[in-house]
C-alpha cells in the first residue's frame, strides 16, 4: 500500500475524529472548526504533494466555492426542522434532498450562464 496514502488517511481521520470529540464539548468550537475548510485545504496540499498542476488545484478551489453555495441552506433548514420536532433522520433526508435539488440547480445555472 502506498505510504502516502496511509498519511492522508491518518490525518483525515484524526481531523474528524478529533473534531467529533471537541463538538461534545463545545458545539459552537466544533461547529467554528467544522466550518474552516479544512476538507479542501488537506485535498489541495495533497494535489499539490502528488504533483498536480497549479491549474487543477485552481480549478478544484473555484470549483469548490460554487458547490458549497448549495450546501449552505441545509444549515438553516436542518435547525428549524429540529425544533418542529422532525426524527433527526428524516429532517437529514430532507435536507440532503434540498441539497441535492440545489446542486442540480446549480449546474443548471451553470450551464446557462456558460452558453
Request: hydrophobic letters at 55%; proline letters at 5%.
Amino acid at each position: 500500500m502506498n505510504p502516502m496514502f496511509l498519511v492522508k488517511t491518518a490525518v483525515t481521520v484524526a481531523i474528524i475524529v478529533g473534531v467529533s470529540e471537541i463538538v461534545k464539548r463545545s458545539p459552537s468550537i466544533g461547529a467554528l472548526i467544522v466550518a474552516l475548510p479544512f476538507t479542501s485545504i488537506l485535498v489541495m496540499i495533497w494535489m499539490q504533494v502528488e504533483g498536480q498542476s497549479a491549474s487543477k488545484i485552481a480549478t478544484h478551489s473555484s470549483s469548490t466555492f460554487w458547490y458549497v453555495l448549495p450546501t449552505l441552506p441545509m444549515f438553516l433548514v436542518l435547525p428549524k426542522l429540529l425544533e418542529e420536532k422532525w426524527n433527526f433522520y428524516l429532517a437529514l433526508l430532507a435536507c440532503c434532498a434540498l441539497t441535492t435539488a440545489l446542486f442540480f440547480a446549480m449546474e443548471w445555472i451553470q450551464g446557462r450562464l456558460s452558453s
